[in-house]
C-alpha cells in the first residue's frame, strides 16, 4: 500500500481542495467525505469511491479486513498528512474523494410520483442534511434542492445528513422550473392565512417546498407553488424552525397515505 508522508502531496493537496471548495467539487464532478460509518454507508448505497486515505490507527484496527472497493484505491498517511485532511476538530482516520451521485437518474425516479420535500435557498448545511434524513425516515420518495441551496456534498451537509444523501434520491435544480413543469402538486409552507395542515389531503403526486430559514419564501416563491399549507400553532410561537417545519409536514404526508 502506497504511504503518503508529505503535506504537499499532490493528492493530498487535490483532497483539502475539494473539502472547502464547492466551485472545485462541480468542476470535477467529485466530493469528498470522512469517516469510517459515512464511508461504509457510501459503499453500501453503490457510491463510486475513487480514492481512500486512512491514518496509521485507523489502519492498525481495520487494515486487515478492507472490503475490495476500499483496499485498491487505498493509500496510507502519515499523522501529519491526516491533519491536513481532516475538517472536523476529531480527525476521523479515514477519508475519500467520491463521484457525485447521478441526477438523471434521480429525476427519472421522482417523475414516477410519490411525495417529495423541495427545499429553496436554505443556507444551513446542518439544516439541509438533516431534512434529508428526516425525509429518509418518514419514507418520502425524493428531495428536491433549489440551485441556491447550501451544497448537497459539503461536509456539513453530509455529516447531518448520515448516510440519508447517499439512499436518497436528490435533484438538485431550477424550484421554479420544476414545480411548473413536474406535474407535482405543490404545497408552500407558509405562516398565516393558508389551508391548516391536519384538514387537507395531499395528492398522489405531491412536493412540500419550504423555504429560506431566515425569510421563509418569498411572494413570488409562495405563487410558484399550488396551493399553500400552514402549521396551526397554539401557542404564541411565531414561527417553526425549517427542519422542524418540514418534519412537521412530512410527517403529516406520511400519515395520511400521500408517501408511496
Known sequence: ME???????????????????????QRQGTFVLEGEKLLLEALRCGVEIRSVFAGERWLERHGEALPPEISGVCAAVSEGVEQRLAQSQTPQGVYAVCSMLDNPVNLAKMEEGGCLLGLWDLQDPGNVGTMIRTADAMGMDGVVLSRECCDLYSLKTLRAAMGSSFRMPVLVTDMADFLRESGFTSFAAVVGEAEPLGQLQFPPKTVIVIGNEGNGLSPKQVGCCSRQVTIPMRGRAESLNAAMAAAILMWEASSRGAVR
Open 3 to 25: 504511504k503518503i508522508t508529505s503535506k504537499d502531496n499532490a493528492r493530498i493537496k487535490a483532497y483539502a481542495k475539494l473539502a472547502v471548495s464547492r466551485k472545485e467539487r
